[in-house]
């Protein structure tokens, strides 16, 4: 539901070089992904389910906040799903108050996040 039915490559290709992506790799596969824009905002932050709950995400956010430390960045921000959610709050970040959001038809649960760093 994310992701529409025809994806304008361009568009997508836009999207992803906006923003730094940092991937993660098992034995050379990709298994998980997130980004960062320059504002400091986590767009996107996937794991493949087959390595859910080994760490994955858990690294990637480390990754992310350390590459925001190094530019300077003062706040990070995402909008966690409900099972991301956790991650978020292992590695620090304040949760806010859920919101409805919806695409193409369907309505999901988001919570705002957001870590200050220091």
Known sequence: ?????????????????????????VDGLMVGYADLDG?????RLFVD???GRHGVATR????????ARTAATRRLTAGASLTA??????AGFRIGVPRVVERRGEEFVQFPV???LG
């Open 49 to 51: 389910p087959a390595f």
């Open 114 to 116: 957001e870590k200050t």
């Open 1 to 25: 539901v994310w992701a529409p039915d025809l994806i304008d490559r361009e568009a997508w290709l836009a999207r992803f070089t906006a923003r730094r992506t940092f991937a993660f790799e």
């Open 39 to 43: 504002a400091g905002h986590i767009d």
């Open 60 to 67: 990637l956010l480390a990754h992310v906040e350390t590459e």
């Open 85 to 90: 959610r956790k991650v978020f709050e292992r």
